[in-house]
């Protein structure tokens, strides 16, 4: 087990700068996900964390020691790659004990916790069977199989689950989360996915062009996102934006849409905001509602929609309508709504808005 | 407020009908289209093959008079010339020798020019020139460069070893079996190096980072990925090296005019002197119906071995 303290970190491919300062701080038996869209540098970082990408700038401590010139066999850390990397020509028993055999463990010992970290993973049975004869699922354990079994001081996961299919995504995601609860080690996982960030992490680190965009825990980002990018990158079905001028008169706030006045929340901070600044209003989906009762509840805007696009889960129902000209997604109970054209009051939760400005995208 | 409006696309319809000729032409076409090839290939290559395995069971020899039956008496000659079995004996020594040589430098070259460095592109350019020329060409040039008195090879030799070197080597055995794979090993060597270097890039670079990251050392990682995965391109590339490397003809034909006597006569190099110089033709293709059958049985067990290698 191991903290990992990264400073000033950058990495160029010639002339290509793939990750542009990183400083990060990763507590010893954290669990961090790293995410943001394909191309942000966050497998790079992984993989300069390893060892397999040598630094440009910048230094990597793991355990308090800088490890920077280390070759990533001795930086004690083990990798999960998303296709596996299994060795196919041996069976799954001699996969998982190989790298325990290279640092010339006893037979018996080997055996020992090759066994003990197929029971955790459940894949005794198929000790005795090459990868090639394993569905893809039972691989991923494999490959998991092959890094616990070292008992490394960190564990990075590159995009483990990309390769399978949802079912099973969902299956090794809560395996993942529970074998971090048990043993407790400092992870650091890549993943694309905003599901398996907020589901997985103890503290998501959002990247985007080769920094760090916005970092904290899952509810963090998700409820106070620092930018529209953070804001539109987790929840799903993603947040709306709608365009509108910042109206301030005395201690009262209110955006204004082309043809709407939505009055914020009271109490809502907005030091250094201007009257008429562009902003954006950030509205999640989950945050507006079929209305009920005669008065909307404290905070809430009351409007009547006309329901364009109906697109029912079973369990909800998205709703598309049309909110001063902009389209707007709202996510209603599987009830509210029966078919398109309907029209129905809605309640916008105006204290869960997010503001941004409208240059800068960051939040006000 | 912007607005779409779509319309429905007016429907594009059944296919229109045939009639009964139309029907049977577009069922049939495809045979007119195949004819040409059937065609080309059963006067060229079917006809010829029946046409000797008659040959090979009668008189067909330039210096006999008539056609008569022979029976089996074509391959009792060839079978009983001991310049034959040589031949063949030959043949299968320098193929195996050459083909290992090949093979062992091929992959070393390959080791090396997988990872990407300044220049590589250039020396691989340079590297698989050889397999640009004739094997003629080739011949040539070994025989101007180990030629003696005028070749420039015992010339070094002597400055090298600070006394006189004075080897025939197209005309004094063994040197001469050296000259013969020293050309055969320049020329194909990059063949090797070619098609193994594309076996060793297609092994993902994954497996050897996880190998790096397990501590597994260069040495266990080649035998634990490297070969494994190779396995089917060796098969492939040792496969084709020696089934064209039993077959060896030209660079002895430039080199050694099959001399000393007979000493490198391979198997081709006898098949051609006994059926276009010597004009006994019957026995050249008797001859050869050996051969084929020799070679089928290599071939049999190579290609066997090579699709049994299972894929990954």
């Known amino acids: ?364 | 407020m912007q607005t779409t409006t779509i319309t429905r696309m007016t429907a594009a319809g059944a296919p229109p009908k045939l009639s009964r000729f139309a029907r049977w032409a577009d069922r049939n076409f495809k045979w007119l289209l195949v004819a040409p090839a059937v065609l080309l290939i059963l006067a060229l290559s079917i006809y010829p093959l029946l046409f000797s395995l008659v040959v090979s069971f009668i008189n067909y020899d330039f210096q006999v008079p008539g056609h008569a039956f022979v029976g089996l008496k074509n391959f009792s000659r060839v079978i009983f010339d001991p310049v034959a079995r040589w031949s063949l004996f030959l043949t299968a020594w320098l193929s195996a020798v050459s083909v290992a040589i090949e093979f062992v430098l091929g992959l070393l070259v390959a080791l090396t020019m997988v990872r990407s460095f300044p220049g590589r592109g250039v020396i691989m350019s340079i590297l698989i020139v050889p397999l640009f020329i004739s094997p003629v060409i080739v011949g040539q040039a070994w025989t101007l460069l180990l030629q003696r008195p005028f070749g420039p090879t015992n010339y070094i030799l002597t400055q090298l070893l600070g006394q006189e070197v004075t080897i025939g080597w197209m005309t004094e055995s063994p040197w001469l079996y050296f000259s013969l794979i020293i050309a055969d090993v320049w020329q194909w060597t990059p063949f090797m190096f070619v098609i193994l270097l594309a076996g060793l890039t297609a092994i993902p670079p994954n497996l050897y980072e996880a190998a790096e990251l397990d501590g597994v050392s260069a040495w266990q990682a080649f035998w634990a990925i490297t070969v494994p995965h190779l396995g089917p391109m060796i098969m492939l590339a040792l496969t084709f090296r020696l089934l064209d490397a039993i077959r060896m003809f030209d660079t002895i034909f430039i080199m050694t005019g099959g001399g000393p006597g007979t000493q490198t006569y391979t198997a081709s190099y006898y098949l051609y002197t006994v059926g276009f110089t010597q004009f006994h033709l019957s026995q050249a293709t008797a001859g050869s119906w050996l051969f084929l059958i020799f070679t089928a049985f290599v071939v049999t067990l190579l290609v066997r071995r090579l699709l049994k290698t299972e894929p990954v």
């Open chain 1, 1 to 364: 087990m191991a903290e990992v303290k990264i400073t000033g970190l950058h990495k160029r491919y010639g002339t290509f700068h793939a990750v542009r300062g990183i400083d990060l701080d990763i507590r010893d038996g954290e669990f961090t996900v790293l995410v943001g869209p394909s191309g942000c540098g966050k497998s790079t970082l992984l993989r300069t964390i390893a060892g397999l990408e040598e630094i440009s700038e910048g230094t990597i401590e793991i355990g308090g020691e800088v490890v920077n010139d280390f070759r990533p066999r001795d930086r004690d850390v083990a990798m999960v790659f998303q296709d596996y990397a299994l060795y196919p020509h041996m069976t799954v028993a001699k996969n998982i004990g190989f790298g325990l055999k290279a640092r010339k463990m006893p037979k018996a010992e080997v055996e020992t916790r090759v066994g003990e970290a197929a029971r955790m993973l459940g894949i005794t049975p198929l000790l005795g069977r090459f990868p090639r004869q394993l569905s893809g699922g039972q691989r991923q354990r494999v490959a998991i199989g092959r890094a616990i079994v070292r008992n490394p001081r960190i564990f990075l996961f590159d995009e483990p689950l990309s390769n399978l299919d949802a079912q099973l995504r969902d299956e090794m995601r809560g395996e993942i989360k529970r074998l971090h609860q048990d043993i407790a080690t400092t992870m650091i996982y890549v993943t694309h996915d905003q599901i398996e960030a907020m589901t997985l992490a103890d503290r998501i680190v959002l990247m985007r062009d080769g920094v760090i965009e916005q970092q904290g825990t899952p509810l963090d980002l998700f409820e106070r996102p620092a930018s529209t990018f953070v804001a539109g990158f987790l929840g799903s079905p993603r947040m709306n934006f709608l365009a509108g001028t910042l109206a301030l008169s005395g201690s009262v706030a209110a955006i204004r849409l082309s043809d709407l006045l939505l009055p914020v929340a009271p109490g809502r901070n907005l030091d250094g905001a201007t009257d008429g600044q562009a902003v954006l209003l950030g509205l999640r989906p989950e945050h507006m509602t079929r209305a009920r009762g005669e008065k909307p509840a404290e905070g809430m805007f009351r409007q009547e929609a006309t329901i364009d696009l109906l697109q029912p889960t079973g369990s909800r129902s998205y709703a598309t309508f049309r909110l001063s000209g902009a389209p707007v997604m709202a996510e209603l109970q599987a009830h509210d709504v029966s078919r398109p054209g309907e029209s129905l009051p809605i309640d916008i939760n105006m204290s869960r808005a997010s503001i941004f400005d409208a240059l800068s995208e960051r939040a006000l």
